[in-house]
Nanobody, 121 residues
Framework: VQLQASGGGLVQAGGSLRLSCAPSGSTFSNRDVAWFRQAPGKEREFVAAINWSRNSIYYADSVKGRFTISRDNAKNTVYLQMNSLKSEDTAVYYC???????????????WGQGTQVTVSS
């Protein structure tokens, strides 16, 4: 499964962006999806995850109340709506998919190429 992440860009602090993730040449059928991010010089960290049926959703404490993960299974796309962005949200954002949902990157076996999000203060 090849994943395409898009929607990154440069935004001022307090602004919003919406990231999208879609598989290329495949579907997200019965698969769970997560977003991770990696800032320069830091380890990759979990951001949010959602299962296929949308009844299990998880967020990192650092983004709760500001980010919303959602999915449109008919459109085969997962979204990450990011509001009230802060400079510390600056990172490359990756989407990943797995047969199980969780916050550990080790459980995700397919990853997208990443999209850069830069928040200026």
């Amino acid at each position: 499964v090849q994943l395409q992440a898009s929607g990154g860009g440069l935004v001022q602090a307090g602004g919003s962006l919406r990231l999208s993730c879609a598989p290329s040449g495949s579907t997200f059928s019965n698969r769970d999806v997560a977003w991770f991010r990696q800032a320069p010089g830091k380890e990759r960290e979990f951001v949010a995850a959602i299962n296929w049926s949308r009844n299990s959703i998880y967020y990192a404490d650092s983004v709760k109340g500001r980010f919303t993960i959602s999915r449109d299974n008919a459109k085969n796309t997962v979204y990450l709506q990011m509001n009230s962005l802060k400079s510390e949200d600056t990172a490359v954002y990756y989407c990943a998919t797995s047969a199980v949902v969780g916050s550990y990157p080790e459980i995700y076996n397919y990853w997208g190429q990443g999209t850069q999000v830069t928040v200026s203060s």
